[in-house]
């Protein structure tokens, strides 16, 4: 399964309870202000390198980029992908849920 | 409501309809609930998931005459009429909010198989069947 | 050789407010360039509101129904607009309005009504499903 999370871990429990969810093999992809719980150093980013490995964890570029935050300031074995990336993922995996 | 347009014979796919937001203060409660009775013509194998606020959308007494809008709670309990009967409600999410089964509707159905036995449709589970129940499905709808 | 892919994607936001719909403007027009097919893209929530043709946003930013009108224009794309939700925030083709008696219509061109049935319709007949919202 691919999950997606377009909110900030900082403003809902969206990131949280998505994780709380996420099973060994899946992959999540945060997107618009979801990408701000890649930062490296904080709690959720923490969670992001601590999980990491049991779930694949992927960011989308562009939101990143728009965001003014770097990939050098990323959670560490978070992959950074683009649209067709994101294309790759969701074509990849049987099934997309969005956690909104 | 519009006539669904009933395409596909033949196939059955498991949809999870996962409800994860509180009613009222937003319309995706209800238009979610009107996609769950319009989807019901379409024969899928279909469940609900509530978890997070979304198990505030099936907590009885609800009484809407003070803000002007339709309570909408009474739909869930006519799911059984549209063959909707497999309702997971999230026990973490209900015991984080202070609540318990007893604080919910009571929704069932008759049974088909069993001489129309009227049966339980809400299934209090814990996260991680709820985990598992969502790495079953084919489609999830999330609102 | 990747595996060709058919997908639909539902938008549950309207313009501006959110990003929603711009992510899955990229999205789609991302899964056309390589090749796979949208069967369907479903407007529901205030995501109806991508569909009037009536919004004039100022001449340097994006204009999201315009994008939508041309990619459904290149690809043949079906944008479907949730006729239940459309009506509840007056979103109207020229058949509704006459039917409901209101004085304008206001759908864009490349988008049509339909009724909640397309969206499971979708569930059922894509490979994979992907929802953009709030």
């Known amino acids: 399964m691919l999950h997606t999370i377009n909110k900030s871990p900082f403003e809902t429990s969206t990131f949280a309870s998505c994780l709380g969810h996420a099973a060994a093999g899946d992959a999540v992809l945060l997107i618009e202000d979801g990408v701000y719980a890649a930062i490296a150093d904080t709690e959720p980013g923490k969670q992001i390198k601590a999980k990491n490995g049991t779930v694949s964890f992927y960011v989308l570029g562009p939101d990143v980029a728009a965001r003014g935050l770097t990939n050098g300031s990323l959670a560490e074995g978070i992959q950074v992908v683009d649209y067709a990336g994101f294309v790759d993922l969701v074509a990849e995996h049987e099934v997309a849920q969005a956690w909104l | 409501m519009e006539e669904p347009d009933v395409s596909q014979p033949g196939v059955t796919k498991k949809f999870m309809y996962v409800n994860r937001r509180a009613p009222y203060g937003t319309v995706y409660a209800l238009e979610s609930l009107e996609v769950v009775l319009i989807g019901a013509a379409f024969d899928q194998d279909v469940s609900l998931a509530f978890l997070d606020d979304g198990v505030f959308q099936i907590v009885k007494g609800q009484d809407t005459a003070g803000i002007g809008m339709k309570n909408f709670s009474p739909t869930y309990r006519a799911l059984g009429d ?62 | 050789m990747e595996q060709l892919v058919k997908f639909s994607v539902v938008v549950n936001e309207g313009p ?109 007949a894509s490979d994979r499903l992907v929802t953009f919202g709030d």
């Open chain 3, 16 to 124: 501006y407010t959110h990003q929603a719909s711009d992510s899955a403007y990229q999205f789609t027009k991302a899964a056309l360039e390589k090749g796979h097919e949208i069967y369907r893209v479903f407007f529901y929530h205030d995501g109806v509101n991508n569909g009037t043709r009536l919004t004039v946003p100022p001449q340097d930013e994006r204009n999201i129904q315009v994008n939508w009108t041309e990619l459904a224009e290149q690809h043949e794309l079906d944008l479907v607009v949730c006729v239940a939700a459309a009506q509840r925030r007056g979103v109207l083709d020229k058949s509704e309005a006459d039917r409901l008696g209101k004085d304008a219509d206001n759908i864009a061109p490349g988008f049509r009504i339909s009724g909640l049935g397309q969206l499971i319709d979708a569930g059922i």
């Open chain 2, 82 to 143: 549209y063959e909707v009967t497999k309702l997971y409600v999230e026990k973490e999410s209900l015991e984080t909010r202070g609540l318990s089964e007893d604080d919910l509707l009571e929704i069932t159905y008759e049974d088909e198989d069993d001489d129309w036995a009227e049966k339980p449709s809400i299934h209090v589970v814990k996260r991680d069947e709820m985990t598992q129940l969502m790495a079953q499905q084919d489609v999830i709808l999330s609102f």
